[in-house]
């Protein structure tokens, strides 16, 4: 379930208007027997643009097929009543610390591992049928062709969430309050580029969008033999983090205030624990909970009254108590702060955080990345060089670890080399954030006519804050 909060406030080139979305649900009988199935699902993504735009946040992705192999099965059931193609879908998880779920627009799965520590801690989730319910949600979003609509936004996104400078963004996203330069990357440092741009920015899915994949998935999970009511507990989770946030933000009236369109952060101190406490607090915030879960209640007791289904436990305990399932929880946790120290540039706290992460985290771009960070901050160039050379090579890499091994080969004055790099990441990421890497590169080997295209290239974005970052590229 995507955390979903904000339109397009600042960007209306984004076109936030959602073609591409299912039937709308029928007063009578089942959703699923009113759809028409697709059949033009992505299949030939590259890896980087599979994996956007999680891959351009400082938590990346992890891909390990031993602790997916179980969510996977269950998609398996969930697409075997489905009449039309079945779309390929491959399960990444995340070390982000939210209850959230997502699909790409390129039809992957992504679990973080806040909703997976949920499913851990909380006795009441730990069924099959819920984890069930968040995966036919995220499944039918696919299915509904809601992923072909989002490729833009998802784009635009990646474009955001990649970029060095943040501040003019901020700026108007907080009505008005100034914020720049240290104050901006504090903001990232605390929420996250991804989490930045996904609050102020975006509104993932519509309104209509997501009632039509929560009454799809569960039209799936009945036909697999689910306990469809499981869904009213996941949603329940909701519904509290939304009832929590509303006591928070009553108790605080000067942190924040929410609208529809945007956040606007109350004129007062711009330390980063105020606005990363206004932010927790915004995040936290679902408004659409307790109208998906009416509508959710309305749909089940019309088609699925007299469903009499067990409910699974056996398998998802099984998972979430394996060795590795609580070696990824506890080393996202250390990952998450690992990352708030190298923001505040405690190296050493850092380093200790990252010495406590174990396998699989451990051979992720996410883990190896913050150890270049911090090995490079410690003296330790070459092993940090090493490090980022290697994942250079590697198609889960980050936006940021890619940005990293541009600029090394810049810095050793391997221009050509450089410029083949980063226009090639560019290519697979499909994103502009490279173009005022490449400018400089290209300005420093003196390839005039180069830098002059790419400029154009930024100029032909429409995006004021790449343009920016490639005008001061060109210096």
């Not at 959710?296 to 436990?313: G, I, K, L, P």
């Not at 890499?397 to 050509?416: C, S």
Request: with cysteine; proline share 4%.
């Amino acid at each position: 379930m995507k955390k979903l909060f904000l339109s397009c406030t600042l960007l209306a080139l984004s076109g936030c208007s959602m073609v591409g979305s299912g039937p709308g649900v029928p007063d009578k009988g089942t959703y699923i027997s009113h759809i028409t199935p697709r059949s033009d699902y992505q299949t030939s993504l590259p890896e980087q643009q599979l994996l956007s735009p999680n891959n351009g946040s400082e938590y990346g992705i992890l891909a390990d097929e031993e602790l997916t192999a179980y969510p996977l099965q269950i998609v398996d059931k969930l697409l075997s009543g489905w009449n039309g193609t079945k779309p390929p879908v491959r399960i990444f998880l995340v070390a982000d610390p939210n209850f959230t779920s997502d699909v790409s627009a390129g039809g992957a799965i992504f679990l973080t591992a806040g909703l997976l520590q949920a499913y851990h801690d909380q006795k009441n989730l730990q069924t099959e049928d819920a984890l069930a319910y968040t995966l036919a949600h995220e499944l039918s979003h696919i299915l509904l062709g809601h992923t072909n609509a989002a490729q833009r936004n998802k784009t635009i996104e990646g474009y955001f969430t990649g970029a060095t400078e943040l501040g003019s963004i901020a700026s108007r996203t907080f009505g008005g309050v100034g914020l720049a330069g240290g104050t901006a990357k504090a903001i990232l440092s605390s929420v996250g580029a991804h989490e930045f741009v996904n609050l102020t920015l975006f509104n993932m899915w519509s309104r209509e969008q997501e009632s039509q994949a929560d009454i799809l998935a569960l039209d799936l999970m009945a036909k697999a033999g689910y306990s469809t009511d499981e869904a009213n507990t996941v949603l329940g989770v909701l519904v509290t983090q939304d009832e929590n946030a509303e006591k928070k933000k009553a108790a605080r009236p000067d942190l924040v205030k929410i609208d529809e369109n945007k956040i606007s952060l109350n004129p007062g101190p711009v330390a980063s624990s105020y606005l990363r406490e206004g932010f927790e607090l915004a995040e936290m915030q679902h408004p659409f909970a307790k109208a998906r879960l009416d509508k959710v209640s309305s749909y089940e007791q019309r088609e699925y009254t007299d469903q009499v289904t067990e409910v699974q436990h056996a398998n998802i305990q099984k998972w979430l108590q394996t060795p590795r399932m609580k070696r990824f929880l506890s080393g996202s946790k250390n990952i998450q702060t690992a990352e708030l120290a190298i923001a505040g540039k405690d190296w050493q706290s850092a380093r200790k955080a990252l010495s406590l992460v174990s396998s699989p985290l451990r051979e992720s771009v996410v883990w190896e990345y913050a150890m270049a960070r911090v090995l490079e901050a410690q003296g330790q160039s070459k092993q940090a060089v090493a490090i980022v050379s290697s994942l250079s090579q590697r198609s889960d890499i980050t936006i940021p670890a890619a940005l990293a091994w541009g600029h090394i080969l810049t810095t050793e004055k391997r221009y050509d080399e450089a410029e083949a790099y980063l226009a090639n990441e560019q290519n697979l990421f499909n994103n502009r954030t490279f173009l005022p890497d490449r400018i400089k590169n290209a300005k420093l080997a003196k390839k005039d006519m180069l830098e002059v295209k790419l400029q154009m290239l930024c100029m032909a974005s429409g995006d004021e804050g790449l343009q920016a970052n490639c005008d001061a590229a060109g210096k």
